[in-house]
């Protein structure tokens, strides 16, 4: 009777994903109108020179010119040059990516974009992939797979509907659901253990997504961290841009609560299957304390990720003399503290969720 509850539960939450789904599908209108104002697509080229001459604005500073070949677009085969100061890093051989522009006059100039990075980078997916399917093999391979539709939703789904100003926390729940089904049942199979931690994921998703709202809204933050912010604001009609703030915590709180609810289920079955005399109790207490050494580990490791990825930022605010406090409150480190701290809430709520849950199936 539990497990056939379970069921249904997932099955309703399936369907209420669906539902969200179809009413939050971007509409496919661009509400820019077309033109974003971000400048032209990057033209790939490779340098082949790289001079020091006198600057052309200044003949007494130095600059490089560098020579390159566009290597992409219309204009492949064609040569061109810019000039670049002399702390310039682009020597003969590189990839780089190139703006052009054509001045009043016809003339046509070029800008350093970014160097190519597609090489290594593929590198790395490959050794990535390798490693994930030697020692996962099957499961690995639906790991991989997983991680493939969540890319999947985001790009075509999270952010269109986020663009098309629908309602930021809903669209976040519902692309954290449909990467939660299809990543567990994938990697996991679809046994009762799946169902257990699907279920407990939802539950911990939940409770971080309404802690989320209530501190965001508590802490009257704005959203505008940054200047990629006050740039949406321009191009995008009706974009909630705290809105944005509360999805990213709720998708970002997603990797980690179903690492740990698959664990805590996975640990609650291992220890039925040496001693299958165990009742719940007996079973929660031991997978417990797994989950304590769980949770000590991967919350120190949430805060450090978080901490890594504002360090620019932290070491700033350090140079400038500002207090501990001060800096603290500013929304742009602020935000980056309650996302740590509610992720954390979730992650330590869906320890006993997910404990007691798959106990009391084993022993039901």
């Known amino acids: 009777m539990l497990r056939r509850n379970l069921w249904i539960a997932v099955i309703a939450c399936g369907v209420i994903t669906v539902v969200g789904l179809l009413v939050l599908w971007p509409s496919g209108d661009d509400p820019s109108g077309g033109d974003l104002g971000l400048g032209v697509d990057p033209i790939a080229a490779q340098v082949i020179t790289v001079d020091v001459v006198p600057c052309s604005y200044d003949a007494l500073l130095g600059c490089r010119l560098v020579g390159f070949e566009l290597t992409s677009g219309d204009d492949e085969g064609e040569l061109g040059a810019m000039e670049l100061g002399l702390d310039s890093r682009l020597s003969e051989g590189d990839g780089i990516y190139v703006l052009t522009f054509d001045q009043v006059d016809g003339q046509r100039t070029y800008t350093f974009y970014e160097f190519q990075r597609g090489t290594p980078m593929l590198l790395l997916l490959l050794l990535f992939c390798a490693a994930v399917l030697t020692l996962g093999r099957w499961r690995g391979l639906g790991a991989l797979a997983g991680l493939a539709v969540s890319l999947v939703v985001i790009v075509f789904f999270t952010l269109p509907s986020l663009l098309d100003g629908n309602n930021a926390v809903a669209v976040a729940l519902v692309s954290a659901s449909i990467i939660a089904f299809v990543a567990l049942f994938l990697a996991h199979g679809f046994g009762i253990a799946t169902v257990v931690a699907l ?133 742009v480190v602020a935000t980056e503290i309650v996302r740590a701290l509610v992720g954390s809430i979730g992650l330590v709520a869906s320890v006993p969720i997910s404990t007691w849950l798959a106990a009391r199936v084993l022993t039901r």
Not at 270 to 288: I, Q, V, Y
Request: hydrophobic share 55%; proline share 2%.
């Open 199 to 331: 279920l407990s994921t939802f539950a911990s998703l939940l409770l971080t997504a309404i802690l989320a709202w209530i501190f965001v809204v508590f802490s009257k933050f704005t959203g505008f961290n940054d200047d990629a912010t006050f740039m949406l604001v321009g191009i995008a009609d009706g974009l909630d841009v705290r809105g944005i703030v509360l999805a990213g915590i709720v998708i970002g709180s997603l990797g980690v609560l179903d690492d740990v609810t698959v664990t805590q289920v996975s640990a609650v079955w291992e220890l039925k299957r040496a001693d299958p005399t165990l009742g719940t109790s007996e079973l929660f207490m031991p997978a417990l304390r797994i989950g304590r050494d769980h949770i000590s580990s991967t919350v120190n490791t949430l805060f450090l990720a978080y901490a890594g990825a504002a360090l620019p930022l932290l070491l700033l605010f350090t140079e400038s003399a500002q207090s501990l406090s001060s800096v603290a409150t500013r929304e």
